[in-house]
């Protein structure tokens, strides 16, 4: 029997479609950002997109053809906004390059995407001039300036200023059409466990994952909104923000690298923010600032928190003390990022307060597009009952099967092994329990580093906690906590051991405590538990 075609016209789903619909239909709304220099820039979606078609005419003048890569070296800001549209809305692939890694990572990233074009912020010039020369592919680097931000002497031969190439452009260029599935932008991985690796999205996906970013029972962002990524746009694309928000015509607000307490409550305050999105160390110095001057938010209404795992206190505190929903969050490069989202459903309305906060805890349900399981060592899948443990695997419209430049596939049966392991309850929330690599085994029971780091933050005295595992002699791991106190605080060894008491199993209480100064971090703000673990692989417990 021949099936009945659909009559419907055929639209690729492309990624320029998104800020020619923010122009056309709210344009004139705001997009701020706060400079490198400090001061603001104020304009519209409508002269965002006029800009953003000005470059992709300047980056064919400077040679540019489909599928080449424009590397970004850049903080939250308008003009890096134009190069997400300008590069992959014109066929080119955005490259965005995290400026917190390395030199020696940065210029490994940049010559394995193979990138003809490097735009970097302005106080980013000393980390481009150390790293020019070894960039092999890159023929043009771009200052994002204008004239006067232009130095006056550089080692960077022909240094091109951004302004001077936007403004020599008259943005007369209609989009392109072309396959939906073509290449619009590479993340790399952070690259913990060997070499980063390119995850490649499609405009398919991207566009795909934007309209479920935006969904109610995810971000929920909507045209009143006005939206500041905290989370850098060098980190997942800011996990999607800047195209779910073309795509509702919100109020966007950029933070530039002014991520300090003041700074970020100054912005929020000024420009009413009402939503919000990065990692918990961010939020974690917000906070500080607030609690030290006993300050209130007046607008701020809603932030996703992911990353790594939100502490529950840390919610409590934000929803509590300062009337800020928190949705928690996970996901990774390779989903592009959004996997999962917590947010309670209307049979979950009636609970106690303390039972909703203990759903809200978990990572969440997986979001339409994503599907998820649990499995065991041999692959089978477990079940959904909330307690037993298993790797979580994924799949899903905006989930890579591939790597850049990498043959093979790392998918399991056509799932994506994400490395965490996890729980999935009968409700469909999923709580991840640890990284596979860092779960500690102890006398052949699994104990969750997680939990045990999100009860440590709960006392009042711990400002961040890390728990590792370390060789024991009887037990083959044990569990160690390394955590850094708060300003001005004080606590024992003996106190905070006591503090897990009646909480947790007295086996799965950590056998030692260590006080640093601080906690190693990546460049994204997650803990590196990988140097902790080979800063005390030789500690001494003091019991057997």
Request: proline residues 6%; hydrophobic residues 40%; negative net charge.
């Amino acid at each position: 029997m021949n099936s009945l075609p659909g009559q419907m016209m055929q639209m690729p789903l492309l990624i320029s479609s998104l800020i020619t619909h923010a122009a056309r239909h709210s344009g004139d709304t705001e997009i701020v950002s706060k400079r490198v220099e400090g001061d603001l820039h104020r304009y519209t979606w409508s002269e965002a997109e006029l800009r953003s078609r000005k470059l992709a005419q300047a980056l064919v003048k400077l040679g540019c053809q489909t599928g080449d890569r424009v590397g970004t070296l850049a903080w939250n800001g308008y003009r890096h906004l134009e190069i997400y549209y300008g590069t992959s809305g014109n066929g080119l692939i955005c490259h965005t390059v995290n400026p917190r890694l390395f030199p020696q990572q940065i210029t490994w990233i940049i010559n394995d995407a193979a990138d003809r074009v490097l735009c970097f912020d302005l106080n980013l010039l000393p980390l481009v001039e150390k790293i020019a020369a070894d960039c092999k592919t890159v023929e043009h680097f771009v200052l994002l300036g204008g004239r006067s931000q232009m130095p006056a002497q550089t080692t960077i031969p022909n240094l091109l200023c951004y302004e001077e190439l936007v403004e020599a452009e008259n943005g007369d260029m209609v989009w392109p059409t072309f396959d939906e599935n073509t290449a619009s932008g590479i993340c790399y991985t952070s690259g913990t466990t060997g070499d980063p690796k390119g995850a490649v999205y499609s405009h398919r996906s991207t566009v795909l994952h934007s309209y479920a970013a935006a969904m109610p029972d995810a971000m929920n962002i909507n045209s009143r909104d006005v939206v500041l990524p905290v989370v850098p746009m060098f980190h997942v694309n800011a996990w999607g923000i800047p195209y779910a928000a073309a795509m509702v015509g919100c109020k966007l607000v950029f933070p530039g690298p002014h991520l300090d307490g003041k700074s970020l409550y100054e912005l929020f305050e000024a420009e009413q923010v009402t939503f919000s999105a990065g990692v918990p160390t961010v939020w974690l110095g917000l906070l500080t600032h607030m609690q030290t001057h006993r300050l209130k938010f007046s607008s701020f209404r809603c932030t996703v928190i992911g990353g790594a795992a939100c502490p529950p206190s840390m919610i409590d505190t934000l929803e509590d003390d300062y009337g800020v929903e928190v949705v928690h969050a996970w996901g990774m490069t390779e989903l592009s990022p959004l996997g999962t989202l917590s947010r309670l459903r209307a049979k979950h309305l009636g609970l106690p307060k303390e039972d909703q906060r203990r759903l809200l805890a978990k990572q969440g349900k997986a979001i339409f597009g994503i599907d998820m399981r649990i499995v065991d060592g041999a692959g089978t899948a477990l079940p959904w009952d909330g307690s037993v443990s298993g790797d979580l695997q994924v799949q899903g419209h905006w989930v890579v099967n591939t790597y850049f430049g990498i043959s093979g596939s790392p998918l399991q049966d056509g799932w994506f092994p994400t490395g965490d392991v996890a729980t999935i309850d009968a409700n469909g929330f999923m709580q991840i329990t640890d990284r596979s690599k860092d779960v500690i085994k102890s006398g052949g029971e699994w104990i969750s580093s997680i939990a045990l780091e999100n009860l440590a933050v709960g006392h009042p005295a711990v400002h961040q906690a890390a728990v590792i595992s370390v060789a024991h002699p009887q037990w083959g791991e044990r569990p160690l906590l390394t955590v850094v106190l708060k300003p001005g605080a004080s606590a024992t060894r003996e106190e905070l051991l006591a503090f897990y008491a009646g909480k947790i199993p007295n086996w799965q209480i950590p056998n030692d405590v260590i006080f640093l100064p601080e906690l190693p971090h990546t460049a994204t703000g997650k803990i590196q538990k990988l140097k902790l673990r080979e800063a005390f692989r030789n500690h001494q417990w003091s019991q057997p």
